[in-house]
């Protein structure tokens, strides 16, 4: 069955994944949440982010970084760079 241009678009650019985050941050604002379930849900995310970014790191091919060359490499790690310190500078100047 082929998608209508419109259904192709809806479903391929909403992050619905942000649902799930703004569903959870309302039902812990109004407190629905206990803080048991709080600690272990905090716990489980840490896990969660810790295999998804080791699967990430295993699929890497080096032999395609190889190919790309060193400046497609440079590019990705400057910009890498520059999200860190907007990162710490948000963090340790304004608080965020």
């Known amino acids: 069955m082929r998608r209508s241009p419109i259904n192709r678009w809806y479903s391929s650019s909403?992050?619905?994944?942000?649902?799930?985050?703004?569903?959870?941050?309302?039902l812990r604002t109004i407190g629905l949440i206990p803080e048991g379930l709080v600690s272990l849900l905090l716990q489980m995310s840490s896990l969660f982010l810790t295999m998804a970014m080791a699967g990430m790191g295993l699929s890497v091919d080096m032999v395609m970084f190889k190919r790309m060359g060193i400046?497609?490499?440079?590019?990705?790690?400057?910009?890498?760079?520059?999200?860190?310190v907007v990162g710490f500078l948000a963090v340790r100047v304004a608080h965020f």
């Open 71 to 84: 400046k497609s490499f440079l590019i990705g790690l400057l910009g890498s760079l520059v999200i860190s």
């Open 14 to 26: 909403i992050p619905w994944f942000l649902f799930g985050f703004l569903g959870m941050s309302c």
